[in-house]
């Protein structure tokens, strides 16, 4: 199994910065993309932000230029940077690895149990 601590959620003004880490431990390294998710009340859970095993960076258009997406040299941690934070950015964010048991096995998702970030104007 992979278990999944996530951190750096707070509240901040409109403008400002926060920086959220997403901490994995288990068989992460069969673990080939991670993400990141945000969901705000009433609304669907929506992709804002991914790196897959070769590296490669994807991105919401809703956050494309605020946000950076990074991760650590062992692929133990995966980074958000949030820059230029607006209200509409309000929500639980979640971070997810897709992974394998073994080469041969089917994909599971690990989820995070989320960290709330609030922007106020």
């Known amino acids: 199994q992979v278990q999944l601590v996530e951190s750096g959620g707070g509240s901040v003004q409109d403008g400002g910065s926060l920086r959220l880490s997403c901490a994995a431990s288990g068989y992460t390294y069969r673990c080939f993309d991670m993400t990141w998710y945000r969901q705000s009340p009433g609304k669907e859970r929506d992709f804002i932000s991914g790196i897959d095993s070769d590296g490669k960076l994807t991105y919401a258009a809703s956050v494309k230029g605020r946000f950076t997406i990074s991760r650590d040299n062992a692929k133990t941690t995966l980074y958000l940077q949030m820059d230029s934070l607006k209200p509409e950015d309000t929500a639980m964010y979640y971070c997810?690895?897709?992974?394998?048991?073994?080469?041969?096995?089917?994909?599971?998702?690990?989820w995070g149990q989320g960290t709330q970030v609030t922007v106020s104007s």
């Open positions: 997810k690895f897709s992974c394998r048991k073994f080469s041969w096995s089917p994909r599971n998702d690990y």
